[in-house]
């Protein structure tokens, strides 16, 4: 893909999904917003409620507001993914923290057989933390009222999505009329790609720990890192991330009994505890 074109001459999609808990395989997406831009105009949007597999906990409910029973009768993921695709298929997505966001999306195409789309993507956060200074944070909300956007209800999938979009083109602003989209990806300091968030890899040990999170089943597994390195450890894996600081397993530790982050290069002979 051509990334040396102007910022304008792309398609845009900013996105934001709300999820029933923050770890990808483990945990569902319960809503998703999506606007689409293309040269000052938005062309497009997508909303809708998404029922899980599981219900959420209250915690999760305190966060967005979503309840179980607003989701309890709304459509699968599997029966609006094709619907989602198409409508991304050749733009370039935003997201505020969009590692989070492309992590849980990335795996709902593979389960159905979609390949990963081939543009990168654009994390607003991380052009914020680049481009825009004066502020006590580059939370959404925060840059919402800095630059004095209409931000809707915030931690709503759709609301959010376009206060995403009115950020992201405030720092396309700060980049110059000239700036093309690899001085953007330059500018957020990571280069974040749809494929580096693929779980459909053949590797025995991420199926292993993938089938224990989806039928709950604890592992044990030798992990090359901490304090008791190379000892086999007993854990209960609640979700995987791929993130481009290093891919994780995040999984409570019996024997710390608190939940930790395990580096997956360092994960070695995972066995499914029946």
């Known amino acids: 893909m051509n990334l040396e074109l102007p910022l304008n001459e792309y398609t845009y999609i900013a996105f934001d999904t709300e999820t029933s808990g923050a770890y990808p395989v483990g945990f569902d997406i319960v809503e998703l917003g999506a606007v689409k831009y293309y040269k000052g105009q938005e062309i497009g949007s997508l909303q809708f409620l998404l029922k899980p597999r599981e219900p959420m906990s209250d915690f999760i409910i305190g966060i967005h507001g979503i309840t179980n029973e607003m989701v309890a009768d709304s459509p699968l993921m599997k029966d609006k ?10 733009a370039i997505v935003m997201a505020h923290h969009c590692p989070f966001d492309l992590g849980f999306l990335a795996i709902e195409y ?4 979609l390949p990963l789309p081939p543009e990168p993507a654009l994390c607003t956060s991380l052009l914020a933390r680049k481009l825009v200074h004066g502020v006590e944070n580059h939370k959404l909300q925060t840059l919402v009222k800095h630059f004095s956007i209409d931000g809707g209800q915030a931690h709503r999938a759709y609301d959010d999505a376009k206060s995403c979009l009115s950020v992201g083109l405030e ?10 989209l690899a001085q953007a990806i330059k500018s957020q300091g990571k280069q974040l790609w749809w494929r580096d968030y693929s779980l459909a890899k053949n590797e025995s040990s991420l199926k292993t720990m993938i089938e224990a999170i989806q039928s ?3 592992i044990e597994m030798v992990y090359q890192g901490g304090s008791a390195k190379g000892e086999i450890r007993k854990v ?3 979700g995987i991330v791929r993130n481009p600081d290093g891919d994780f397993l995040q999984a409570f530790c019996f024997k710390d009994q608190k939940d930790k982050r395990y580096y997956l290069t360092r994960i070695k002979d995972v066995a499914v505890v029946y």
């Open 81 to 90: 993914v094709h619907e989602i695709y198409e409508f991304f298929r050749g």
């Open 110 to 113: 593979e389960k159905v057989g």
């Open 171 to 180: 720092c396309f602003k700060k980049l110059g009329d000239d700036a093309t």
């Open 216 to 218: 709950k089943k604890d």
């Open 236 to 238: 209960k894996p609640i």
